[in-house]
């Protein structure tokens, strides 16, 4: 079978330590007709030069340069300079299997209700070296976005083949700060399935510098932005009109500092209703737990008393959810009790909770998933 022609999405800024073995993971691919298109994002440090370097060693490397402008606009420029039916998706500090374009295109070629495949990875350190850690989303990249948190299409982003024409479909990444990813899988579901292969495509960095890890205040973002993706794939699966993002709010957003000051500046920008802004409040207190318990930083004080409040309140959800989320705040109040911040966690989880942390932090069960509880 002659595999067709493929446009790999590559935006970079400062990625000068990581960006020749991302590009060179792709110049290794088995299947061999492809483009790569880095979009160098306002970078300061080497990074223009080291792709250039690349693009004179090897004619299927693009360089654009732009101002700095954020991840969103480097992505759409880059779905734009390609023509391709295909477009996989590659982060400057990842790395690609071998043969990952190989098996995520035939694999399209073979299941035309598809529209985007991603898969299983290792995990890297932000030096290369493996964790031992490997991730295996399930097959069928199943979603709930009532659900609170809300549960969010399984696609890793960084190694994500979809076809151009349901990316053309539904516009493009939308001008969220972070999980544009998110909010463009609940929008692709829309046109056709999302998969993921059981197969290693590739290895994904862990590391303070990334956008999610940096810090627990860009953690606070992802936890809004995530859940205001969700609650507008609600909005269109109801016939009602869509949440309208724009640039210039996320900076608004961010300066309120707070999780409850980002989701109630959020929520008035956007126009929620009372159900809409309850709703959100729930699900970003316990998308700020998950995410705590896999980044590398912690909760701080004012969001547990942000969480507890969130909790507290009464919002509509089904028994099994509202399970998850007492497990969920347990086994992040035990995490707080064995760091010692005893006021926090019996700020985080109450009375009624407190028995379990104990018992959590005991043990050791100090995180929670669906498989581990």
């Known amino acids: 079978m002659i595999l067709p022609h493929i446009d790999v999405i590559m935006p970079a800024y400062n990625a000068e ?4 073995s991302a590009v060179s993971s792709v110049l290794s691919q088995t299947a061999t007709d492809f483009s790569v298109f880095v979009v160098d994002d306002g970078s300061t440090d080497s990074t223009a030069e080291i792709v250039s370097d690349l693009a004179r060693q090897d004619r299927r490397v ?5 101002k700095n402008r954020g991840i969103v606009p480097a992505l759409n420029l880059a779905l734009s300079l390609g023509r391709a039916e295909f477009v996989a998706r590659l982060d400057a500090d990842d790395i690609s299997a071998p043969n990952r374009h190989e098996r995520q295109l035939r694999y399209l070629m073979a299941n ?29 990249a199943g979603s709930n976005p009532e659900w609170a948190p809300a549960q969010e299409p399984q696609l890793t982003q960084p190694f994500m083949v979809a076809r151009r024409a349901a990316l053309d479909a539904v516009g493009g990444y939308r001008t969220l700060q972070v999980s544009e990813d998110s909010d463009l899988y609940w929008r692709l579901a829309e046109l056709g399935r999302l998969e993921n292969i059981d197969h290693i495509l590739g290895s ?13 205040e860009n953690g606070r973002m992802m936890a809004l932005c995530s859940q205001l993706a969700a609650l507008s794939a609600v909005r269109r699966a109801d016939g009602r009109a869509d949440v309208k993002f724009d640039p210039g709010q996320a900076p608004h957003w961010r300066a309120s500092g707070s999780l409850l000051g980002m989701v ?17 409040r729930t699900a970003a207190a316990g998308k700020i737990m998950e995410l705590a318990g896999y980044r590398p930083y912690e909760i701080t004080a004012e969001d547990c008393r942000f969480i507890a409040a969130a909790l507290d309140t009464h919002v509509p959800l089904p028994e099994g959810n509202r399970r998850d989320l007492a497990k969920m705040r347990a086994a992040t109040g035990a995490r707080l009790l064995r760091l010692g911040r005893t006021g926090d966690a019996l700020s985080l989880a109450g009375p009624a909770l407190w028995p379990e942390l104990v018992a959590r932090a005991a043990t050791g069960r100090l995180y929670w998933t669906k498989h581990l509880g």
């Open 112 to 140: 035309p209700d598809v529209v985007a495949v991603s898969g299983a990875h290792l995990e890297i350190d932000e030096y290369g070296a493996p964790t031992g850690r490997e991730h295996h989303p399930p097959a069928t």
């Open 264 to 280: 109630d500046a959020a929520s008035t920008d956007l126009g929620l209703d009372a159900g809409e802004r309850a709703w959100l």
């Open 17 to 20: 330590a990581t960006i020749s």
């Open 62 to 66: 693009h360089l654009e340069r732009t």
């Open 204 to 216: 994904y960095r862990m590391h303070k510098g990334s956008i999610s890890g940096a810090s627990v």
